[in-house]
């Protein structure tokens, strides 16, 4: 879990991390899922020192909308359902 008191990463650092971080998202978006990727947003967001403890057991449902702080006045949408017969997920999400 990144510091949210982390005062040594100035504004230029901070929307480098979100940008990289919106990327890779988009990428995900572009997939469907058999269950949601928590893993492997949460770890995108750590790598990055965004703070992800608002995010822990909040996913859960057949849809659902999350808009958590990282950290460093940033935020995460997630957007999720189950879409077709198949049942997979689709999944929208970005930092802001």
């Not at 859960?60 to 950290?71: A, D, M, P, T």
């Not at 006045?73 to 017969?85: H, N, S, T, Y």
Request: hydrophobic letters at 35%; a negative charge.
């Amino acid at each position: 879990m990144a510091d949210t008191n982390n005062m040594t990463r100035d504004k230029t650092e901070i929307r480098k991390a979100a940008r990289k971080v919106n990327v890779e998202l988009a990428k995900m978006g572009r997939v469907y899922y058999d269950k949601l990727p928590v893993g492997r947003i949460i770890a995108l967001l750590e790598e990055n020192d965004f703070d992800t403890e608002n995010l822990e057991g909040i996913w859960c449902g057949h849809e659902g909308r999350v808009h958590e702080s990282i950290g460093d006045g940033k935020f995460i949408l997630v957007a999720w359902c189950r879409v077709g017969d198949n049942g997979r997920f689709e999944l929208t999400s970005y930092v802001s």
